[in-house]
């Protein structure tokens, strides 16, 4: 029972370490293209569909994986060229790494990242530039940085050779091959979901954003809410006078709609009655060895007994735990 209850502890401990300083790559505003040069007069371009990776602050880490086999460059033939043993050989090798060394600003948000890039078995040492924005919330109150980069690689640094020789001593495919994109960054526990940018369509979001946007003034908007509060309709629901003041967006998820806005004041009661739910679920699995206790016979805490009503009371523990994780960041 003792290692139960220290189990329950670290859950609920754990449950509240975030990890502020660690940012991953939301894929919703994020891409990596390519171009090389075709012919010596035109280029393809194309780009990678799957990748993740994250930016550590604390550390200064970077570190992105990308799926060679997501290869697109608008061609089924080409790309099945591209993923085959002539270049990639992304069966057999279907990760390309990256990983950083160093990182060193050079002013005005510039940044140079200096890394082992990984094609197929060959490694590379490359320096990447890039921009990395100022943290900017979006229409969900969530945080983001953009970084925008760009780099040039020589595939046959990396055994990607497959060419065809033309006149003039010239080839059908360039070595140099330009590397760019963007990648939204957002903290690891607080991404915008996919879903979040179907956003509904209904009366009050127009006005609302019209009066974001300076087109209606304060006092108009205020007028239309309360007719809206006078004769609400089912699509158009009673907005409060909080929420229109601070204009916030409406959020899909229960917790907005509700109305409520995580501040400091709703942490503090929300940690305060965690605890207690914490107490609540500590009694509880006291409560179900006390009935195996007084129910089976034949218990003992180191019989198979004592194994079995360990599991219920390991499922409380669990329960409380994942509910306090969705009520506080799910």
Known sequence: MKTIIILL?????SAYAVDEKKWVINKNHSEILFVVSYLGVSEVTGSFQSF???????????SLSINAASISSGNGMRDGHLKSNDFLQAKEFPLILFDSNKVTSIGNNKYQA?????IKDKKKKITID???TDEVKDTWEKDNRFVNFNFKINRKDFELTWNK????????????????????????????????????????????????????????????????????????PPI?????????????????????????????WFLVLSFFGFIGSILAMFKVKEIFFNKIVRYEE??????????????VGMIYAMAVWHVGWG
């Open 165 to 236: 020789p033309l006149r003039n001593n010239q080839f059908l495919v360039g070595d140099t091959v330009e590397i760019k994109g963007v990648f939204q960054l957002q903290p690891i526990n607080a991404l915008t979901a996919s879903s979040k940018h179907m956003i509904p369509t209904t009366k009050y979001i127009e006005m609302r954003d019209k009066l974001r946007l300076g087109e209606i003034d304060q006092k108009t908007f205020n007028e239309f809410k309360k007719i809206e509060i006078a004769e609400p309709t089912v699509s158009e």
């Open 302 to 315: 180191g019989n198979k007994w004592g194994v079995v009503s360990d599991l219920p009371t390991v499922v």
């Open 9 to 13: 502890l670290t859950l609920f401990t």
């Open 52 to 62: 993740e990776g994250f930016v550590d602050f604390a550390t200064n880490k970077i």
């Open 130 to 132: 890039y921009t990395l």
């Open 240 to 268: 409060t006078d909080e929420e229109a003041a601070a204009a916030t967006t409406e959020d899909s998820n229960l917790m907005t709609a509700l109305n409520v806005v995580r501040t400091p004041i709703w942490m503090l």
């Open 114 to 118: 200096v890394g082992e890039l990984v």
